[in-house]
């Protein structure tokens, strides 16, 4: 019985110490959230705040920048952006006057640079693609065609976010709660019309 009692005592200290360990890991990778927030809907898809979160407390994302890309789910394309933009337009001839920014099904999107006009920034934007840790980067989007309902839409899959010398895994998006925002005047609160969260995990210095 007393090594029985004993041996169960040494099996619980071994468990303890991998779950601290493990702990301290996953601690110490942190994460990239990137958050999907859609405001508006508009005659053929809808409006969208791009926001990747830097919740790592001590890695940072040095210049020249962090780059996101994903795949449309249908045959969507970037109208237009603020904040950033993509690195191709992509195959654009169907389109006659109005030109998408990016016709490409698989966009790479990256920051804009301080020095861009500040009628082309939103709040967060342009930093060159440096994020640093506990910072947020953000970006405006406008889709089409794509669905213009709740029920309807689509949201993209196969999110990458690379950063210099550093390779972080995504996972699928999900539909969450959606995102509040809060008035300048701190007097009216108002909310996305719906929120997809994509968390990205840091997998490897390279």
């Known amino acids: 019985m007393e090594s029985l009692f004993s041996g169960m005592i040494i099996l619980l200290l071994v468990s303890f110490s991998c779950f601290t360990s493990s702990e301290a890991l996953t601690s110490n990778k942190g994460n990239i959230t990137i958050k999907w927030d859609l405001m508006h809907w508009t005659p053929d898809g809808y409006e969208a ?34 904040g950033a933009k993509t690195i191709e337009q992509g195959d654009c001839s169907m389109y006659k006057g109005n030109i998408p920014k990016s016709c490409v099904r698989k966009p790479t999107v990256i920051d804009m640079r301080p020095e861009t006009p500040y009628n082309q920034h939103i709040a967060n934007c342009c930093k060159g693609g440096v ?8 970006f405006q989007i406008t889709v089409g065609p794509a ?42 609160t108002t909310s996305a019309l719906m929120t997809w969260r994509i968390t990205c995990a840091f997998h490897k210095a390279t």
């Open 49 to 82: 705040v791009v926001t990747a979160y830097n919740n790592q407390k001590q890695r940072s994302i040095p210049s020249p920048g962090w780059k996101m890309s994903w795949r449309w789910a249908q045959k969507e394309v970037i109208w237009s952006m603020v």
């Open 131 to 138: 994020l640093k840790a506990g910072s947020a980067s953000s």
């Open 147 to 188: 669905g213009t309902s709740n029920s309807t839409v689509r949201m993209a899959v196969n999110f990458m976010f690379t950063a210099p010398k550093q390779q972080y895994i995504c996972g699928p998006a999900k539909n969450v709660m959606r995102t509040k925002f809060i008035t300048a005047d701190g007097r009216r």
